[in-house]
């Protein structure tokens, strides 16, 4: 008789050179065909049976632990329980590792959205979940989340999940002064902001350099990664400039191709690590091997 209907841990180590880098399982979530634009939702269809997907289509939902130099370090936290059940397992994934959230010194934000930023606040208490932690984020997120002209014209939903859960969480590590935003360049020795605004204002990819080794951890490059990959100029409903993201998503996906990049991936099912490469004018994208040693 199966006794599990659950995988153990949602964790992954890698290394970058001497950055021990983990992906961390957040969960999932189901959506609706009409999350895509761009695209007739017989062809989503069609892309989704042909690689074997679950349908309706299937968004995975990671984050990435850092720890280098004696500190540690998130790539976005986790959803909480805003996603719903199936989604706000990155607290016990990061338990599993041996991460104290005490022990966090700092969270990088891809961008503030419900996926990425809502794991840093208690919203019951107003607590900081990181207490130690200073969150890093581009300065467009903070100006477009916190301004109230925005938000006052944006559909009740959007205004909800977005504009005031974004606040929610952002507050508190306002409050403490713990808030440091960048426009581009390093933020931290040996990882580098780069800026894909579209998605969001300040949507922004990371890359991790060392010992010669690199990987970019490129937030929401792709949401469902069968139809993006496929056809880039496919973007989602709930991207900020539709036209800016899928010019974003292009320069990427040229870039890790002409630099033959590992990918840490955010909507990547998980563990989330692969390559892509360029056949006949088609992207793809290929897997990481599971590593049994670390
Ligand atoms: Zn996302």
């Not at 056809?231 to 292009?250: I, L």
């Amino acid at each position: 008789m199966l006794e599990f209907t659950r995988q153990v841990a949602g964790v992954y180590h890698r290394k970058i050179g001497d950055v021990l880098v983990t992906g961390l399982s957040d969960g999932y979530v189901d959506m609706g065909y009409t999350i895509f634009r761009n695209i007739p939702e017989e062809e989503t269809k069609a892309i989704l049976a042909r690689d074997h997907r679950i349908s309706p289509p299937r968004i995975s939902v990671n984050a990435f632990a850092l720890r280098m130099n004696g500190r540690t370090y998130l790539i976005d936290c986790g959803s909480a329980d805003i996603m719903g059940p199936t989604c706000g397992r990155l607290p016990a994934n990061l338990a599993a590792t041996g991460i104290d959230p005490a022990s966090v010194d700092g969270v990088l934000l891809t961008h503030v959205h419900p996926d990425h930023s809502n794991g840093l606040t208690d919203v019951a208490t107003g607590a900081r979940l990181f207490p130690n932690a200073e969150v890093i984020v581009h300065e467009n997120e903070i100006n477009h989340w916190f301004n109230d002209e925005l938000m006052a014209k944006a559909a009740e939903r959007p205004r909800r999940r977005y504009f005031e859960a974004g606040r929610t969480q952002l507050k508190p590590y306002m409050a403490a002064d713990r808030v440091r935003t960048f426009r581009k360049g390093e933020v931290l020795p040996g990882v580098t902001a780069i800026p894909i605004a579209g998605h969001t204002p300040g949507h922004t990819a990371y890359v991790i350099a060392s010992g010669g080794q690199t990987l970019i951890v490129w937030g929401d490059t792709v949401h469902v990664p069968e139809i993006q990959v496929a056809r880039p100029e496919v973007t989602m409903e709930f991207d900020s400039d539709p036209q800016a993201a899928a010019s974003a998503r292009q320069m990427v996906f040229d870039m890790v191709v002409s630099d033959d990049m590992l990918i840490g991936g955010m909507h990547l099912h998980f563990p989330g690590f692969g390559h892509m490469r360029r056949e006949a004018g088609r992207y793809s994208l290929v897997a990481e091997q599971w590593a049994f040693e670390i």
